[in-house]
Structures are given as C-alpha cells and as structure tokens.
C-alpha cells in the first residue's frame, strides 16, 4: 500500500495510495493541494508537508477535481482549518450538499472480480467511503488562472461529474487530470491511459467529449487521480485511451 510521498516533477508530490492519488504543489514556501484523498487521508498530507519543513498553515487551497469521495475527503476538515477550499462552479453544490450530485452505489460494481474488493477496501482504509460536505467551498470558472502556487489554470470536463475539472501548470506542461482520464482502472488490471468505466461517469459521452478537449493542451506529464503519472503529449494519451 503505497502511502509515502513521492516527488514526480520538482516541486510536486504524490500522495495516496495504490489506487488512488492526490497531489501537492510547493513554490516559494506556499502550497496548492489538488484534491483531498479520503477523509482519513489528512495526516498523509501533513507527513508530506512536514517533511518538506511545511505545515497546514502554509497550503493556500485546496482544488478539487470533482467531489467524489475518493477526492472530497479531507476538505471539510481543512476549510475547518481555515484553508480555502474550490471546485468548479458546477461541482459546487455537490461539494456543498452530498445528495445534490452523481452518486454510485456499491451495488453497480462488477462485484464479481476480485479486484473490486482490493479497491473498496483501500477505499475504506482511506475513508473514501465518508463524503462529508464541505459547505464553505468557493468557487472557480473555467479558463480562470489562479493565484496560487504553481499558477494552476481550470479546464472544464464535464462527464464524470457536472463540474468536473482539470488543472493545468501550463508553464510547466503539467496536467492534473481528476478523474477525466486515468491510468489505472480501480477494478481492472492493466497499466496505460485509459477512460475509467462507463459506470463510473454521470455522462459517459460527455466525459469523451471532455478527454478530446485534454487533447488540444499542450502538456506532458499527466497526473491522473487513479493511476501512475505518465509522460508524453497529451493528445497522444487522449488518442490511446479514447482506443
């Protein structure tokens, strides 16, 4: 269970666990956390921050992708903190209100492969399985640059969920791609990019609609929230996993 923080660009961390992943950005001192884990997956956070001399008081946001429960979970407790928390104006109700968005249930999972009960129960470690709302989260429009370390740019890609978003360090050709594509499935073997199930999305179509607008960034390191990074333009991992 991969639980260590690990460097994958200077100045961004992975954190998590072996199936699923949330990020750290530290310039100059300050910090942006992209995504929030589980809600048992604050002290991950603060093992990495300590570990580069940092503290919660020096992370400026938290950005989520979307809030699911594998991505919402420490947000409450860090806008608890005093840590503005934000998601895409579409997403925001559902951050705000859990019943207000796309909801899967437990049931929907093949729950014949083996590989579903290795992911729910790491998800229950995490505390994935918790999604508290997070009733202060403000709130970011797409194509909006924010103020914050590492210069993070929104991209709308909706499908996944109504707000799902990806950020972008476009000086650093960096992609943090939620939930939009991935490179592991939660309950599939095999490595690569790849569109997570169908079951998995709100919209199935228009989450391929939103991968084919990945495509056009110019960008070459691809941070998804279930898998392992992965180098190479953009456009072809779109290509490969819209294959």
Request: no cysteine.
């Amino acid at each position: 269970m991969r639980s260590t923080p690990r460097e994958v660009a200077p100045g961004v961390h992975r954190l998590g666990r072996d199936r699923h992943n949330f990020y750290l950005v530290v310039e100059g001192g300050r910090a942006t956390v992209v995504d929030a884990g589980g809600s048992a997956e604050l002290s991950l956070l603060q093992t990495a921050l300590a570990g580069l001399g940092m503290a919660l008081g020096d992370v400026e946001a938290v950005l989520l992708t979307h809030a699911h429960t594998d991505h919402v979970g420490f947000a409450a407790l860090a806008s608890r903190q005093g840590i503005p928390v934000k998601a895409h104006e579409d997403e925001a109700a559902y951050a705000r209100d859990r019943s207000a968005g796309s909801q899967m249930s437990v049931t929907d999972l093949p729950l014949w492969r083996p590989a579903v009960w290795v992911f729910l129960a790491e998800m229950i470690r995490a505390g994935a399985h918790k999604g508290y709302p997070v009733p202060g989260v403000e709130t970011v429009a797409d194509d909006e640059t924010l103020d914050l370390p590492g210069r993070p740019r929104v991209v709308h890609t909706p499908g996944h969920t109504a707000g799902h978003a990806a950020y972008v360090l476009e000086e650093r050709g960096i992609l943090f791609a939620g939930d939009a594509i991935a490179t592991r499935s939660p309950i599939r073997a095999g490595v690569g990019p790849r569109m997570l199930e169908d079951l998995f999305h709100a919209d199935p179509a228009e989450a391929r609609s939103s991968l084919r607008r990945l495509a056009g960034l110019e960008t070459t390191l691809l941070l998804p929230g279930h898998g392992d990074p992965w180098s190479g333009p953009i456009a072809a991992l779109v290509s490969q996993a819209l294959a």
